[in-house]
């Protein structure tokens, strides 16, 4: 599919155009976890907010495209918050689909991913992205199916993905990322600035406790300071 340069500006996904300076904290926060995913042996993470409007879509797309850039990676990227899907608006990508039909088996992967044409910007090829256009009313059911679980399995058996980005619901609105964590290693937490509270932070690492690590806390629209807090 074309690449919607226009749209990508729009929505501040400057990793694409790298044209803002502050692309650059995408890329450092891309190599970081590549480090800690090749430590552990892990490829599957989780990235969620503990509210909404802290921007986890927006981190999860432009660390998609900057993980596009990276030699011999091969990134999957799957709008799961299917509360409220945002990331092919993001992307600028018409017609994505409904995700459901691929998680419950109706679709192969062939049907549904995509991936970015040949582009000036030089956003990978090696990006897969299954993005979703449609509102469920039973999301967590649906995340927690067998017929996701084999249905996970068919796209990485596909695509044999070294990283798996799940973009999935804030996780102190609803249940999603508990019912889905036996498909990820690990969480992206992004806090928003003026919105999260400290609390509201530590709630989630509570709720995760010793089943999932926290990779790291993402401070997201806060002037000055450093993207990522901790990736360990």
Do not use: Y
């Not at 904290?25 to 430590?39: A, N, Q």
Request: hydrophobic share 45%; charged share 25%; with cysteine.
């Amino acid at each position: 599919m074309p690449l919607n340069t226009p749209n990508l500006e729009r929505h501040r996904i400057i990793a694409a155009t790298r044209e803002d300076p502050a692309h650059g904290t995408f890329d450092v926060l891309r190599s970081r976890l590549l480090s800690t995913l090749k430590e552990n042996g892990w490829s599957r993470v989780a990235i969620t907010s503990p509210t909404r409007e802290c921007g986890k879509s927006f981190l999860a797309a432009n660390l998609a495209i900057s993980l596009s850039r990276a030699e011999r990676v091969r990134t999957v990227l799957m709008d799961l918050d299917l509360r409220d899907p945002g990331l092919a608006k993001l992307l600028g990508v018409a017609d994505p689909g409904i995700l459901r039909r691929f998680l419950s088996g109706r679709a192969t992967v062939k049907d549904h991913f995509r991936r970015f044409g040949e582009n000036d910007l030089g956003v990978g090829r090696t990006l897969a992205l299954a993005l979703n256009e449609h509102v469920e009313s039973d999301p967590a059911e649906l995340l927690f199916a067998p017929g996701t679980d084999a249905a996970l399995a068919a796209m990485q058996e596909a695509l044999r993905p070294d990283v798996v980005l799940f973009d999935l619901p804030p996780a102190l609105c609803h249940d999603d990322l508990l019912a889905f964590q036996r498909h990820f290693d690990g969480v992206l937490l992004v806090a928003g600035g003026g919105v999260t509270r400290a609390e509201e932070i530590e709630e989630v690492s509570r709720r995760l406790a010793h089943d999932k690590p926290l990779l790291g806390v993402v401070l997201n629209r806060a002037e000055g300071a450093t993207l990522s807090r901790h990736c360990d």
